[in-house]
């Protein structure tokens, strides 16, 4: 364990202390709580953005292959009776 010196807004510090009281917690332990969600939602974040980038690349590729066989679709049709 690692000890921090950090500052608040005394509007943040009485929330926290609120907090704190209500969770019957220490504000350590709160603020680490806090820490590791938003760390975690970042993470989150990113991972969705990559995703949702390799899905739409993956669409355009796609949409590239179907084009690519569209000529030789036509053609076989032709050939069914």
Partial sequence: MVYLNITF???LKKELDLEVRQERTKR???IQKAVRTYLKL???KTV???LREGYQ???AESKNVMKDFEKT???SW???D
């Fill in 57 to 59: 690349e993956m669409a």
């Fill in 9 to 11: 807004p005394e509007d």
């Fill in 78 to 80: 032709k050939h069914v």
């Fill in 28 to 30: 350590s332990t709160l």
């Fill in 73 to 75: 679709d036509r053609e």
């Fill in 48 to 50: 969705d953005v990559l």
């Fill in 42 to 44: 970042k993470h989150q």
